[in-house]
């Protein structure tokens, strides 16, 4: 089945420092990829996508590529903020797992904390 | 826009009683709305795709007479937990699928439920 691999945390970053969280996944079919983030009370939020290969997902400072060909959808940031301090999810949803075209499968989820 | 509540936040049951988790789309329709079941340092794990007008879709390994769902509305979804015992305790997160524009899944804050 389909299954999503991410990097486990807590990662602790200095204000402007990279961030690179990986994200390796397994699918049977042609998978969408996502990047959820959670930040401290509030519910899931969709940062970025990718719907196929070599697609580039970005937004607010972040990115992620769809490669297929090592089955990684890794997030980077150049500079981080004490703002960005929030869980992360990696997911996917896969056309053709025999399923609904819209069902979402999560990566564990890694904690970043980024201090001033 | 496309806000989603879940109610209660947090709710403390003692063993055998049941328990109603009301998840609202309070801006946009959702005729398609999914459960979620977060366990600590774990994924998301997929309980159940609720539909309005129609029996929920359970995933493998999910007991449908323990969970209910019940999918009454376009902007509302409940779980019930009934019987509940101590290993219900967990974070239930619903989402719900908008009926119009980008297919995006828009998440709840999640309802922490402690099982006595």
């Known amino acids: 089945g389909d299954s999503v691999t991410q990097m486990e945390g807590p990662v602790t970053l200095s204000e402007e420092a990279f961030l690179t969280i990986n994200c390796t996944y397994t699918?049977?079919?042609?998978?969408?990829l996502f990047w959820y983030v959670q930040y401290p009370g509030e519910g899931l939020q969709l940062l970025l996508k990718?719907?196929?290969?070599?697609d580039k997902g970005s937004n607010k400072g972040f990115e992620a590529t769809y490669r297929k060909e090592t089955t990684s959808f890794h997030l980077e940031k150049g500079s981080v903020q004490v703002s960005d301090s929030a869980v992360y999810f990696c997911a996917l949803s896969d056309r053709n797992s025999g399923g609904s075209n819209y069902k979402l499968t999560f990566g564990k989820g890694t904690l970043l904390t980024v201090n001033p | 826009g496309a806000v989603v509540s879940q109610h209660p936040s947090r709710v403390i049951c003692k063993s055998g009683t049941s328990v109603k988790i009301e998840c609202r789309s309070l801006d946009f329709q959702a005729t398609t709305m999914f459960w979620y079941r977060q366990f600590p340092k774990k994924s998301l794990m997929l309980m159940a795709t609720?539909?309005?007008?129609?029996?929920?879709?359970?995933e493998q390994g999910v007991e449908k007479d323990k969970f209910l769902i019940n999918h009454a509305s376009l902007t509302l979804s409940t779980l019930t937990v009934t019987s509940a015992h101590p290993e219900d305790s967990s974070f239930y997160i619903c989402?719900?699928?908008?009926?119009?524009?980008?297919?995006?899944?828009?998440f709840g804050p999640g309802t922490r439920l402690t099982v006595l």
């Open positions: 989402s719900a699928l908008r009926d119009w524009g980008p297919n995006e899944q828009f």
């Open positions: 609720s539909n309005e007008g129609s029996k929920a879709t359970y």
């Open positions: 990718a719907t196929k290969a070599d």
């Open positions: 699918a049977t079919g042609y998978p969408s």
